[in-house]
């Protein structure tokens, strides 16, 4: 628009210049000079709008940053706190209440504040622990007799055992037992699982032995066999067993054991947690109901070897059997 409006004043001047001479030039060299300054002036005043709106931009940054500051600040110690970097974190916590004492988060820095000296010193317990038991190996490694799985199902071990029987389906005064072959043992125990689950499927348990090099090998699972019936009859199928029925009692007591060969050394008795054994019915099998590895699932076995530093990080030590 302003283009076309040079181009009609130019016109205007050459009119001019034809019907007046002289004094029509210089009134053309006028407004040309007039037209030169206004551009310059428009340029000088977009060079000044362009700065104006950059410091306009510069100074909502400078107001966005300070307002979301506390909050970026606490998720960065969130983050830190998170992973485990507690000695990092500790620090930041004293320099956000200075600078932001009244943020909404303040009482949870403070609350962090205070824990954190203690999670700190836990952090370094549990670090000293894992060096001693990488130093030891797995024959210092500490058991834990009850754990509970990551579906709440809760498992508590007796004693374990190894011996030439495993027994197990206990009824009045007798038991069923499987008897190992020559130059093998059964490594067995009882235990008991509690679940709020009408249906829990039970954790895997496995036995492994250690070699001259201090990993875990020979990795085998342990079978899951009821403990005991109420009598023959439910053993038989045809009574109820309340129990030996989750939809009936939150506990069960199971006996488990494992055939391996017969050798001198650590047995490590261990688990991951991960439920894989489930309860199956087949009505002409003695007792009917049992359980067996869910097919669904993968199957459960470990690596064919395990360092000490790879068992800490995964499993947990239930008992720990020298022969």
Same mark, same amino acid.
């Given at each position: 628009?302003?283009?076309?409006f040079i ?18 030039k210089?009134?053309l ?12 002036q ?6 000044r709008?362009?700065?104006?709106? %950059?410091?306009?931009? &510069?100074?909502?940054k $400078? *107001?966005? #940053?300070?307002?979301? !500051?506390? @909050?970026k ?26 600078e ?10 403070? %609350?962090?504040?205070? &824990?954190?000296?203690? $999670? *700190?010193? #836990?952090?370094?317990? !549990?670090a @000293? ?43 009045d ?36 032995k ?22 023959y ?37 261990f ?26 699932q ?8 395990l360092?000490?530093?790879?068992f ?12």
């Amino acid at each position: 628009m302003r283009n076309y409006f040079i181009y009609f004043i130019l016109a205007m001047s050459l009119c001019l210049i034809g019907c007046e001479g002289p004094q029509a030039k210089q009134e053309l060299e006028r407004l040309r000079a007039e037209i030169t300054q206004k551009d310059e002036q428009i340029v000088m005043l977009g060079k000044r709008l362009a700065t104006t709106e %950059e410091e306009l931009a &510069k100074a909502q940054k $400078l *107001i966005k #940053d300070t307002l979301e !500051a506390p @909050e970026k600040r606490f998720q960065e110690i969130q983050a830190h706190i998170e992973a485990g970097h507690y000695d990092q974190a500790m620090p930041l916590l004293s320099n956000y209440l200075s600078e932001f004492p009244s943020s909404r988060h303040a009482t949870s820095v403070k %609350e962090l504040q205070r &824990k954190l000296p203690q $999670l *700190i010193a #836990d952090q370094k317990k !549990a670090a @000293e622990e894992k060096a001693r038991i990488l130093r030891e190996g797995f024959k210092t490694i500490k058991v834990q007799s009850t754990f509970t799985c990551p579906n709440n199902t809760k498992i508590h071990c007796k004693k374990f055992q190894s011996g030439k029987k495993f027994i197990f389906d206990r009824r009045d005064s007798r038991y069923y037992y499987y008897t190992a072959d020559k130059n093998n043992i059964y490594i067995s125990a009882d235990i008991s699982v509690t679940s709020k689950d009408s249906n829990p499927l039970l954790p895997a348990i496995f036995v492994g032995k250690v070699n001259n090099e201090g990993k875990l090998t020979d990795i085998n699972i342990m079978q899951y066999m009821f403990y005991r019936w109420e009598s023959y009859a439910s053993y038989l199928g045809n009574e109820g067993d309340n129990g030996n029925d989750f939809s009936k009692t939150d506990t069960v007591l199971f006996s488990i054991g494992v055939e391996v060969q017969d050798k001198k050394g650590i047995y490590v008795i261990f688990t991951e947690g991960t439920p894989y054994f489930a309860r199956q019915y087949e009505q002409f099998k003695n007792p009917p109901v049992y359980y067996t590895l869910d097919p669904s699932q993968p199957f459960p076995i470990p690596e064919s070897s395990l360092s000490i530093e790879d068992f800490i990080a995964k499993y947990t030590a239930l008992a720990i059997i020298t022969r």
